[in-house]
């Protein structure tokens, strides 16, 4: 069964960092996908960033320059490190895993940026 386990989030001031941490167990990890997505209230879930097996990572162009995603394919772990964070990044963050048609999602971790 695959478990993808979302840590790191929390409250803190505009222009601070955070970084969320997603381990995963159950599956191949360094065949998937991986990456996160963001909901914020009242709005649709969004990609975030995501990193194939091979080659650099992708991201959303609202945060371009601030986050940087890798992972980790012997600790089967992938990290998001968010800087100068805005109010607006403030969200519920969720991991993914993708291989082939197969997505699977942890439980979310919530991020609140004060302004």
């Known amino acids: 069964q695959v478990q993808l386990v979302e840590s790191g989030g929390g409250l803190v001031q505009s222009g601070g960092s955070l970084t969320l941490s997603c381990a995963a167990s159950?599956?191949?990890?360094?065949?998937?996908?991986m990456g996160w997505y963001r909901q914020a209230p009242g709005k649709e879930r969004e990609l975030v960033a995501r990193?194939?097996?091979?080659?650099?990572?992708d991201y959303a162009d609202s945060v371009k320059d601030r986050f940087t995603l890798f992972r980790d394919n012997k600790q089967d772990t992938v990290y998001l490190q968010m800087n100068n964070l805005k109010p607006e990044d403030t969200a519920v963050y969720y991991c993914?895993?993708?291989?082939?048609?197969?997505?699977?999602w942890g439980q979310g971790t919530q991020v609140t940026v004060s302004s």
């Open positions: 990193i194939a097996p091979v080659g650099g990572p």
């Open positions: 993914y895993a993708q291989f082939s048609d197969r997505r699977h």
């Open positions: 159950g599956m191949s990890f360094s065949v998937h996908v």
